[in-house]
């Protein structure tokens, strides 16, 4: 079965910092990738997704992911977080079937709390 | 543009009583629809999708049960809630598979429920 991982439950940076938020998934085929943000009282939004072509995608808010397939890892980063970065984010893999339905497991999340 | 609606945004019911959470999702037509539930620290459970009128597939056994009266609309019910019914409610759409785009997610707001 499908599954994802994410390495980090809680992170915590100063502003500045650069982060890396890790993710694996359990898939043999082809998959498209996501990361999804949650900012504190607001819904679940799309930070940023890869479908094919350059495996380094770059997202909103100056967020980046690099999907390395050898690795079945899809790792997202940032250079220098803000304390507006604090949220959770959670990794999610689809893998097209082909049928009417694209099933999306997402990963537990990472809840990340950036000190001013 | 595309919108999608989800209500009630809280709810407190008591053990025994019957559940209805209504999504609605406006600016699209035949969009795949899925509910699921947020846990801290286990990510999003997927409990129901459907990929047309009067189409449900259930991922997890379990107190609930979903409808999809109309295109656009649908329902997560329960006939008698259980303690552990409490949770985060999210429902969400994706555009049918077969288009450029598959597998983003575009969620609602996200209903509270509280069973006591």
């Known amino acids: 079965a499908q599954s994802v991982s994410q390495h980090n439950h809680h992170v915590i940076l100063s502003e500045a910092a650069s982060l890396e938020l890790g993710c694996n998934y359990s898939y043999g085929g082809t998959v498209n990738l996501f990361w999804y943000v949650q900012y504190p009282g607001q819904h679940l939004q799309l930070l940023l997704k890869y479908f094919s072509g350059d495996p380094l995608v770059k997202g909103i808010k100056g967020f980046e992911a690099e999907f390395i397939k050898s690795k079945f890892s899809f790792n997202l980063r940032k250079p220098s977080v803000q304390w507006s970065d604090t949220a959770e984010y959670f990794c999610a893999v689809n893998a097209p079937s082909g049928t009417s339905y694209d099933k999306v497991i997402f990963g537990p999340g990472t809840s990340l709390s950036v000190i001013p | 543009s595309q919108t999608i609606h989800q209500w009630p945004a809280t709810l407190v019911q008591p053990v025994g009583s019957p559940l209805s959470l209504e999504c609605t999702v406006e600016g699209t037509s035949n969009p795949n629809l899925y509910w699921y539930r947020q846990a801290a620290g286990r990510g999003l459970q997927l409990l129901f999708y459907s990929v047309g009128i009067g189409q449900i597939s259930s991922e997890v056994p379990q107190n609930l049960s979903a409808s999809r009266p109309q295109d656009r609309q649908f329902i997560l019910s329960s006939k008698k809630l259980l303690l552990s019914d409490s949770g985060f409610y999210l429902c969400?759409?994706?555009?049918?598979?077969?288009?450029?785009?598959?597998?983003?997610?575009?969620f609602g707001e996200g209903s509270r429920l509280t069973v006591l």
């Open positions: 969400a759409w994706s555009h049918h598979p077969g288009t450029s785009v598959t597998g983003e997610l575009f």
